[in-house]
Structure formats: C-alpha cells, structure tokens
C-alpha cells in the first residue's frame, strides 16, 4: 500500500477560517461524491493546522495550513485514480479554488511503522 501525502496551502487573500471550512466542506463532498475516484482509495485523511503559536520544535513550523493524506493499493491504483475522467472534470478543477497550488508539495510514500 502506497499514500500520497499532500502538504497545502491556501489560496492567497483566503482567510484560514475559509480555507479550513471549504477544504472540509465542499471540497471533500467533491472528493467523496466523486465514485470513479473514491473506489481506488482505501483511507483519506485531512490534518488541518490548528495553531502554530507556543510551539517550539528544533525544526521550526510549517508555514502549510494543511496536509492531505490518500491511501492507495499500488502508485498505479493511485494513476488511475487521478486520470479518472469524472475526478479531472469536477474535483480537480475545485482545487483552484482554495489552494494555492505553487505553495504545495506532494510526496508518495510507504509507510514503515515503528510504534502502533
């Protein structure tokens, strides 16, 4: 099993309380309603950035107001999915609307638990 792991930021000029409302309102109803992507996902997780005040790390904070997480069977489930007519025509072109597509990196990984 693969995950495309999604770091996002929002549009410029949109509000944080915006991004967040329509990333997990609208968008996902998109993502979900969409049939012909959904059934090559096997989990889909949004992590919304709550706060970056108070927290001291040796790394520093992302300046991402979120990050998507997609589960796949293969990277060519994950191919397909993504190349679906019905996800290029409707939730793709969404993505435009809140995200500030420059600002996002992407990432396919495996994951190799070490704890849980």
């Known amino acids: 099993m693969i995950k495309l792991v999604v770091m996002i930021k929002r549009k410029p000029g949109m509000s944080k309380e915006e991004f967040h409302r ?7 109803d998109q993502v979900l309603g969409c049939a012909d992507f959904k059934r090559h996902i096997r989990r889909y997780v949004q992590s ?3 706060t970056q005040e108070g927290i001291k ?3 520093g904070v992302s300046d991402h107001d979120g990050q998507a997480e997609l589960w796949f069977d293969s990277v060519d489930a994950m191919n397909t ?3 679906e ?4 025509a409707t939730v793709h072109p969404d993505d435009a609307t809140f995200i500030d597509m420059a ?3 992407l990432m396919v990984v495996e994951e190799i638990p070490k704890v849980g």
């Open 57 to 59: 790390l040796p790394w």
């Open 85 to 88: 007519p019905s996800f290029l």
């Open 22 to 28: 329509y990333w997990n309102g609208p968008h996902a």
């Open 103 to 105: 600002g996002c990196q």
């Open 48 to 50: 919304h950035v709550v």
């Open 81 to 83: 999915a993504f190349n």
